[in-house]
């Protein structure tokens, strides 16, 4: 049982640009959203979240939205850059059970 | 500062082979500990949790299992290891609360 989705498995996106990536929840009791950024090889690591309290939340470059009504979140990166490229995981945290999506896989292109 | 140590960091195993992966957490007590799986398609398959010694969570039924002899200390086994248990391993802890997870840097099991 997929809780967390995201349903693209990959984005190519050219440098500069605005990277959109997206993550819907089936989960109502899920109350705190985070994004992990992961290199091939290596453990993911946190990027950005946002507690379910809240529609948005901005850090440098990366920006998570969420829709509450929708189950729905995403991660806005202005502007891409190449060494963005990498897997992006949304999670989900309901209590004490954090749920991942399958990951997207985000190429910037030079 | 609280960090996590997983080991090794590839692995290649024969068929029927056993099993021994080793995770470990510094500067923290009773942390949540986690083994996860990332599969192609599947994303992070969440395999173990445990919130104490010797209290083991089983998410998904396989040929894997965890023990945790220690407070910090996680470790995944098999008996007998299967083509299908290759895959990379990731071993995660947090302070419960809601708080979101910290990764240890994975191992590439290859089982051949």
């Known amino acids: 049982d997929q809780q967390v989705k995201q349903n693209s498995p990959s984005l190519s996106v050219q440098e500069g640009r605005i990277s959109i990536l997206n993550c819907d929840y089936t989960n109502s009791m899920f109350d705190y959203f985070l994004w992990y950024k992961k290199y091939p090889a290596e453990g993911p690591t946190f990027l950005i979240s946002?507690?379910?309290?809240?529609d948005k939340n901005e850090d440098g470059r990366f920006t998570v939205f969420l829709n509450k009504s929708a189950k729905h979140l995403s991660l806005h990166i202005v502007p891409s850059q190449p060494g963005d490229s990498a897997v992006y995981f949304c999670?989900?945290?309901?209590?004490?059970?954090?749920?991942f999506g399958a990951g997207t896989r985000l190429t910037v292109k030079p | 500062s609280q960090t996590i140590h997983q080991w090794p960091a590839t692995l290649v195993q024969p068929v029927g082979s056993p099993l021994s992966l080793e995770c470990t957490v510094e500067g923290t007590s009773n942390p949540n500990l986690y083994w996860y799986r990332q599969a192609a398609g599947r994303g992070l398959q969440l395999l173990f949790y445990?919130?104490?010694?010797?209290?083991i969570s089983s998410e998904v039924p396989q040929n894997l299992s965890a023990s945790r002899p220690q407070d910090r200390q996680f470790i995944l086994s098999s008996k007998k290891l299967l083509l299908s248990d290759s895959g990379f391993y990731l071993c995660a802890w947090s302070g419960g609360m809601g708080d979101g997870y910290t990764f240890g840097s994975g191992t590439r099991l290859t089982v051949v």
């Open positions: 946002i507690s379910s309290i809240k």
């Open positions: 999670a989900a945290i309901d209590n004490n059970d954090m749920r």
């Open positions: 445990s919130i104490g010694i010797d209290q």
